[in-house]
């Protein structure tokens, strides 16, 4: 028995969206990423739907940390860890792994109060 089968490659205008959420997480415009990225996630029926949502989850968490929220911070990077926790290290050609791993150092350092990692916010990698 096989398992379900694998969603159907992403329009050219939904690949579009992705990447311009990922440039703007990587230039650390959070907010603009949350924008573009829940315009793709809106359009989704699969798997992917609860993907893109997890990476909408650490932009905001992101934002939240930019903002001097700490404790917003610490609930999306939960959120947003726990949504992208079944999927592969590399994902619809993100470097997921590294996200998760980077994320979860700075979640740590929120959670504790005593400062931010030594580490410039990670970037999401393509694979």
Do not use: K
């Amino acid at each position: 028995m096989s398992g379900p089968a694998p969603p159907s490659p992403l329009s050219e205008a939904e690949r579009a969206l992705l990447q311009r959420g990922v440039a703007q997480f990587n230039a650390r415009h959070y907010f603009e990423c949350h924008d573009t990225l829940e315009e793709l996630w809106a359009g989704l029926r699969d798997e992917r739907r609860d993907f893109v949502q997890g990476l909408i989850q650490l932009a905001v968490a992101f934002y939240h940390l930019a903002n001097g929220n700490l404790p917003g911070a610490v609930r999306l990077f939960d959120r947003g860890l726990e949504r992208l926790r079944p999927y592969p290290a590399t994902y619809e050609g993100l470097e997921t792994g590294a996200l998760r791993e980077a994320a979860h150092r700075w979640r740590q350092a929120a959670a504790a109060g005593d400062g931010l990692p030594d580490e410039a916010p990670p970037r999401i990698g393509l694979g």
